[in-house]
């Protein structure tokens, strides 16, 4: 018995000592930021403004206990009207006010560097919501002389309710953000149904950082988001109360924190079914258990996005890919992870099964490119190019999607040069996102041994590289010569008017030579010759 309390009086004094650790790292880490040369403009404001509190609040300060990099540090200023706070920003920089009764002013230092983004410095304020969930339907109301804990109230969840006070060095947390943050959960501050209620992006919001933290959901945030989604696509006359592009930026950033992690989170809330209710359709849509003994679509599309985000690829990434894609390969790009996500969302709608329409087997014919238009149509009406950073290239990913497929459409070793060079050299970036699409399907497609099918991903990696290594004592950039003829001179050389059959030369001439059939131009002439007598 004693040595029970002996050993739990040790560990309580290890948990105190590594919490005490934990909370002089980010003490530092925020007395470090505030210390930084982009930040002189703190004190110089406290010695023209010697009443100033200025604090620093919301994810910079969560992010700096985390141990996160921080960014996009925010200040409230109070004990100074927004006119005095103005003139002395105003003598150390460049600064415009968002609104009077916003009582927000973006300010840019002096000799910032070229593209910083402004600093959000703002009065404390007060929200009153009109009960629409929109975030228009606010009013806000700024004061110098409202209490910190007043504006602090109005955020959303308690983990980005903590502000720094810059100049006394200390932590103000009325809501316990820290004892949240210590027991990794997301709670909604105050009752979940009313914040959600005067902004239903927060529920949005909620999802995304569980994802991008790894928290928990608290039981009654749970329970609230599970019961509102629902209103996600509400209107008022004709209006969307959340904007699609506010829905895109939280899809967005979420799966590109962890695009499973997402799938799965926002499936068993509900969200999916409002907010892309397709990819319902992939769950219990059968596929040929020789060739997909992994399950359904929805399982093989989760697998996946696994292997996308997973030590695999990287390891793939590093061994297999030629040196001039490998530098380009960013497996959870925007692109890629929606690519993935949608890469068989027509399977469902291209499905012929023996028992209903007489095949062979299992088979969804032309999936890839009813898909690659169905993807589109979703990507647009979601708005997934408008997030700033995180969003898509709405034609790239159904580009992925089209060709997704194009190492199992035949026998690799009988695919011209230029089949390759076209998919793989004209656009490198884009030839590698699709080597990283064909190994995250071929990853995830499990034939009744258990062996993933990527056979035919290697064997087009080593028809690429037999390219390379064919012209490699000539070009020492790792990539293919520029072709030897064009077409102008094609037409000099071959006494020919501008037509159809220019291109199809074109084509000939390139394609002997990436099979080294010619070296030369005068070879070129010769062989293009040839082949219009006969």
């Known amino acids: 018995m004693c040595s029970f309390y002996l050993t739990s009086f040790i560990f309580r004094l290890f948990l105190i000592r590594y919490l005490s650790m934990k909370e002089l790292d980010y003490k530092k880490t925020l007395i470090k930021l505030l210390g930084s040369s982009e930040l002189d403009f703190v004190r110089a404001l406290k010695q023209a403004l010697p009443e100033l509190e200025l604090y620093v609040v919301g994810g910079v300060v969560r992010d700096a206990i985390l141990g996160r990099p921080c960014k996009d540090i925010d200040f409230v200023a109070r004990n100074v009207p927004i006119e005095a706070l103005q003139e002395a920003l105003r003598n150390l920089g460049v600064v415009n006010l968002v609104g009077k009764h916003f009582g927000v002013l973006k300010f840019t230092p002096t000799d910032s560097k070229e593209g910083t983004l402004p600093f959000d410095i703002a009065l404390p304020r007060t929200e009153h919501c009109g009960g629409t969930g929109g975030y228009r339907d606010v009013a806000v109301q700024s004061d110098h002389t409202m209490p910190l804990i007043e504006d602090l109230s109005r955020r959303d969840f308690t983990v980005n309710t903590m502000a720094w006070d810059v100049f006394a060095e200390n932590l103000i947390d009325e809501f316990d953000g820290m004892t949240d943050i210590k027991e990794k959960t997301i709670r909604a501050i105050g009752e979940p149904k009313d914040r959600f209620q005067d902004d239903y992006s927060r529920m949005l919001r909620a ?299 074109i084509h000939a001439a390139r394609e002997a030579q990436l099979e080294g059939k010619i070296t030369t131009k005068e070879e070129a002439i010769d062989y293009l010759k040839s082949l219009s007598e006969t």
């Open 207 to 505: 999802l995304r950082f569980s994802v991008q933290l790894q928290f928990e959901l608290s039981k009654n945030t749970l329970v609230a988001i599970k019961k509102m989604l629902p209103h996600i696509n509400d209107e008022g006359n004709g209006i969307r109360v959340v904007p699609q592009e506010t829905i895109a930026k939280e899809i967005m950033k979420s799966l590109v924190a962890d695009p499973v992690a997402t799938l799965d989170l926002f499936d068993s809330v509900g969200a999916w079914e409002y907010l892309m209710p397709e990819l319902l359709l992939m769950k219990n849509c059968p596929q040929h258990p020789e060739f997909h003994s992994e399950g359904d679509v929805w399982v093989h599309t989760r697998l996946a996005l696994q292997k996308l985000a997973s030590k695999e690829c990287e390891e793939f990434v590093d061994a297999r890919l030629p040196e001039y894609l490998k530098k380009l390969a960013r497996p959870l790009s925007p692109d890629n992870v929606v690519a993935v996500l949608l890469h068989d969302i027509a399977k469902p709608d291209t499905l012929q099964t023996p028992e209903t329409h007489g095949v062979d087997r299992i088979r969804t014919h032309e999936h890839e490119s009813v898909g690659a238009e169905k993807a589109r149509a979703i990507c647009e009406r979601l708005k997934l190019s408008s997030p700033q950073d995180v969003g898509i290239d709405v034609d790239r990913v159904v580009y992925l999607i089209r060709n997704h497929l194009i190492a199992a459409h035949g026998a690799i070793a009988m695919m011209k040069p230029t089949t390759i060079e076209k998919y793989f050299f004209k656009d490198p970036a884009l030839g590698a996102d699709l080597l990283l699409m064909i190994f995250s399907d071929g990853s995830a497609t499990i034939t009744t041994g258990g062996i993933p099918a990527l056979g035919v991903l290697h064997e087009m990696i080593d028809r690429i590289n037999a390219l390379l290594t064919q012209f490699r004592q000539k070009t020492l950039a790792m990539k293919l010569p520029k072709p030897i003829i064009d077409g102008n001179e094609i037409m000099i050389a071959l006494n020919l008017p501008p037509s159809k059959q220019i291109g199809s030369l």
